[in-house]
């Protein structure tokens, strides 16, 4: 092990052996030419630069032997003929296609999205369709009241399967392992795992985002925060809340013996879902320990304007950092710090995009545009706003974040962003609290099975209620039910609750931002109901826009792998990607029934205020 020079502890494998690996890598010898007839000449000569690159130990991509196949490239093209990359895992050699598009459609790419609910292996064509695909759930544990854990192997293991099925299927549909050229990892952020350096083993559950037993500790930090004059949101972007992972760190050594103990002795391992996922699939033993720049800049740890860890926000959370294994930043896309799948069938795979899965959303929905935002509506639902290459922290109750980090010579892009604790989550109150529906998708058919919500409004607050209120002692509660409530207008309601939530959020970011939006980009599971989506237009008054392939968390991770093996080199080449047979809904009622809606809204919000006493937030904390 080694130190650096703040002192945190990082695996010296995670930081410099897989250079050394990546370089014996790409000594490997590449494919035979795959001859033709026509341009016979002029392929070889560009294997013969490619194979002289890779035998000097270059990487392709920074090689300019690689520079000239590009050039030889160029004038295939002219010609109708494309050069294609072959080999899985990096730019490989040469052969005959006959369209840009049928090029794109023979570059896979893998996609693992690791979600709050279950796990999605997705292999993406360079177009952005997705070929082959497997979705496994996992067990959600609720220990107590407001707590939410998973089971850290459970994890992995969910992976594991998905990846083999889909795989399965590839290879079924006639296609090749070998096509495909690296994987991306997209997850759930905030969520914090600890395990031991010494054995790999977890020393507790993950504990997830939503949970919210560190309601007393953010109480206490508020104090801590405002007794010190420190702004912790202007270095972080981040309020301090149960939201973050850093919370829930402080959390387990204050209340779990085997943390407590590891952390004395210096072995303690702490990570988001990304930095666990990594470290798994490429064998502890290689000890790849890193995390990516849009997961970083959620534990409130990192400083959003460096993005790396600040001494003074770890000495805030009382975290000594001799003691605990942090892992190191990296840019969502890279070539190299990844690593590479170990075991499986993918097995020797290179792994070259990681990004939370609310960044690569917006890269899915190709938000690469200052004032591109989008909406993702998922267990909880997640607004993100690009702010272009400067961070703007907020003055009216959101978030700022990394967007995306796509390295090399390009700046980590920033974001405005507004989460809402309860969405799709709200739909499964329904359906396992409730009884009202046996199947999440036919919420929408009992909501449209009356006109309105007969005066039901719903402040679905289970964990209190995030951006832009940050109100913590809110509970789950119904207005305005009479003797003529039916299940449809409470269903209506839970629907309403998600989109209200998002004008609220919407509002703040015009407000910050100085603009207002023109259309909202739309995708996560709700954004399948068209009455979630019309009410959305009705009540924000803006178009609200959803693609015919709605699986664009998982395309951000493939895009960001992508880029990192030159499928991809500029923005502009993915315009195409994931346009045909969008969906646009406008808004249908005028502006003042609308202003009516929200207005009731807004009303049964501060009314939710204070169902939780003081002395159900927790015992009070040393911090």
Known sequence: ??????????????????????????????????????????????GQSALQAEQQGQSPSDSAKIEEVRGQQEKLHAEGVTIEPSQPGRPGLPRFTSSKENVLSQFFIG???????????????????????????????????GWHEHDPNELIASAEVCVSKATATFKELGHDIADIRAIGITNQRETAVVWDWET?????????WPDTRTKGIARDLKDKEERLGLNIAQMTGLPLSTYPSSVKLVWLLHHDEKVMEAYEAGRLAFGTVDTWLLYNFNGKDNEYFVTDTTNASRTMFMNLHTCQYDDTLLEFFGIDKTKVHLPRIVPSSDARAYGKMVGGSLGGMRITGCLGDQSAALVGQQGFSPGSAKNTYGTGCFLLYNV??????????????????FGGHRKPVYALEGSVAVAGSGVKFMMNNMGFITHSHKISELAAS??????????????????PY?????????????????????????????????????????????????????????????????TQANITGINVDRPAMRETTALGAAIAAGFAVDIWKEFDELKAINQKDRMIFTPDINREESAKMFKKWTRAVEMCRGWLDPDEYGEDFDV
């Open 1 to 46: 092990m080694s130190l650096t020079a703040s002192a945190v502890i990082f695996p010296q494998k995670g930081a410099d052996e897989y250079e050394e690996g990546m370089r014996n890598e790409d000594k490997q010898s590449p494919n035979e030419l795959n001859e033709q007839k026509a341009n016979d000449e002029i392929m070889k000569k560009a």
């Open 111 to 145: 996609s693992i999205d690791q979600g709050t609910t279950s796990t999605r292996f997705i292999i993406f064509d360079g177009t952005g369709q997705p070929v082959a695909s497997h979705q496994h759930e996992f067990k959600q544990h609720y220990p107590e009241p």
């Open 200 to 208: 790999g083993e977890p020393l507790y559950n993950t504990i997830a």
């Open 388 to 405: 272009g290459e400067k961070p703007v922290v907020s003055k009216h109750g959101l978030l700022a974040t990394v967007a995306y980090d």
């Open 450 to 467: 009356v006109d309105d919500n007969g005066g039901c409004v719903f402040v679905t607050a289970f964990s209190g209620l995030f951006a």
């Open 470 to 534: 940050w109100i913590d002692d809110a509970k789950g509660t119904i207005f305005g039910i009479t003797q003529h409530t039916q299940r449809g207008h409470i269903a209506r309601a839970t629907l309403e609750a998600v989109c209200f939530q998002t004008k609220a959020i919407l509002d703040a970011m015009e407000l910050d931002s100085g603009h207002k939006l023109a259309a909202l980009a739309v995708d996560g599971g709700m954004c399948n109901s068209n009455l979630c989506m019309q």
